[in-house]
């Protein structure tokens, strides 16, 4: 039978692996609720050893060695509480267990398995002097079916890979699914808002114009007539997109001085000043009255 690394460092003393056996104890309770029934095999073994190993060397100053099969023996041998036959047949199995696990064998355990083994070995450290209360039973609702074994992930990977990816491959559908209506939506946004300015831009005159009373300067303006930008215009005329005089008002173009315009409306009042629509070189726009005249 294969022997594995000894779970006690050479030189304790017998305190000091009973102490250590009482540990590994504890630790295999701890795995054991955690679903790890293998491991927690591990630790009931090594907590024997360090248990058996701390009561030869307390009762009889025997140490022995590393071989677990030397163990045994000495065990049997012992003339206060030797071990029974099927006790060391018992235990051979569990050690065989043990080699397997420690060399990376595939090995499934059952939890009523593991915890038959532990109630075993609990009654062994009480006889040896490590009286240890019995573990608490494990809840039904946390036990696996019987002959069934927690999965590892990778065993959970293989299982369940076609649905992990089909689960995969949705999320990924509906998040470029979001995406592309997020960027329609916004897209529809930006269109939204360069229609609403073109249609602004468009706007020839006022929603309410009112038209000034009487006679307005210059007095020769009137719709149908054809007037020319005054001579001390310098800049230009700005013919805008609509009256006012909001700076944000397209200019659709600047006329040069003397430039010749067919009068469409008029006049209009807006912002204190006399506004005018008029059309040049096939464009439409609005002037300020004071710097047209009627040749």
Same mark, same amino acid.
């Given at each position: ?123 062994? =450290? ?7 209360? +019995?573990?608490?039973? /494990?809840? $039904?609702?946390?036990? @696996?079916? &019987? *002959? ?53 831009? =468009? ?7 009112? +038209?000034?009373?009487? /006679?307005? $300067?210059?007095?020769? @303006?009137? &719709? *149908? ?71």
């Amino acid at each position: 039978m294969p022997s594995s690394k000894p779970w006690f460092a050479k030189g304790q003393t017998a305190a000091e692996l009973i102490a250590s056996g009482k540990a590994r104890y504890a630790l295999s309770l701890a795995r054991l609720r955690r679903h790890q029934p293998e491991l927690a095999l591990l630790s009931l073994l090594g907590s024997l050893d360090n248990v058996l190993r701390g009561y030869l060397l307390l009762h009889h100053s025997q140490t022995v060695a590393d071989d677990w099969e030397a163990l045994l023996a000495a065990m049997q041998d012992d003339p206060m509480y030797p071990l029974l036959p099927e006790e060391v047949q018992r235990l051979q199995r569990m050690h065989h267990l043990h080699a397997r696990i420690v060399q990376g064998d595939t090995v499934t355990l059952a939890y009523d398995t593991v915890l038959t083994y532990q109630q075993f070995v609990t009654m062994l =450290l009480a006889r040896y002097g490590v009286p240890i209360s +019995p573990p608490e039973s /494990i809840p $039904a609702s946390l036990r @696996l079916p &019987p *002959g069934a074994a927690p999965l590892s992930a990778r065993r959970l990977w293989r299982q369940y890979r076609p649905q992990f990816m089909a689960v995969l491959l949705i999320g990924l559908l509906l998040l470029v699914g979001t995406l592309t209506i997020m960027f329609v939506q916004q897209q529809r946004a930006v269109l939204s808002a360069t229609n609403a300015e073109s249609a602004a831009a =468009l706007i020839t005159q006022p929603d309410n114009p009112r +038209p000034l009373p009487g /006679i307005l $300067a210059p007095r020769t @303006l009137a &719709p *149908g007539r054809t007037a020319y930008v005054r001579a001390d215009v310098v800049d230009g005329l700005p013919l805008q997109a609509q009256p006012g005089t909001d700076p944000t008002i397209p200019v659709r173009l600047y006329l040069e001085r003397n430039t010749a315009v067919e009068v469409l409306v008029g006049p209009v009042e807006l912002d204190g000043v006399a506004w005018w629509q008029v059309r040049v070189a096939n464009q439409q726009g609005w002037c300020v009255g004071e710097f047209l005249e009627v040749r």
